[in-house]
């Protein structure tokens, strides 16, 4: 079973910046497609980065590119998210998740992490 722990929430003022971080227990076939998630209230759970842990490189949403970085670290099982320059809109629980396709798509994701609050006030 894939376990997914995450970390790094909190507040910030916009402008600033937040670094969250995943550890992952095990990799399987299943669980090859690493990504974050989000979810604001009122709202559906969205992609924000994924990775392949093989094959292409990371992938964003339009809203968060030029600001969020994905990284991981193979030999600690460890997935970031720097986040950078945050505004209001990117209020949210946060997730990660890992699943068998390469998508952003929330549903195609098999293994989730409990969340972790992030609150940007302007």
């Known amino acids: 079973q894939v376990q997914l722990v995450e970390s790094g929430g909190g507040s910030v003022q916009a402008g600033g910046s937040l670094r969250l971080s995943c550890v992952y227990s095990?990799?399987?076939?299943?669980?090859?497609?690493m990504g974050w998630f989000r979810q604001a209230p009122g709202k559906e759970r969205e992609g924000v980065a994924r990775f392949n842990l093989v094959g292409t490189g990371p992938q964003y949403a339009d809203s968060v590119k030029g600001r969020f970085t994905i990284s991981w670290d193979n030999a600690k099982n460890v997935m970031d998210l720097q986040m950078n320059n945050l505004n209001s809109e990117d209020t949210a629980v946060y997730y990660c998740a890992a699943g068998p396709r390469a998508t952003m798509v929330a549903s195609d994701y098999l293994y989730w992490g409990q969340g972790t609050q992030v609150t940007v006030s302007s």
């Open positions: 095990q990799y399987t076939y299943n669980s090859r497609y």
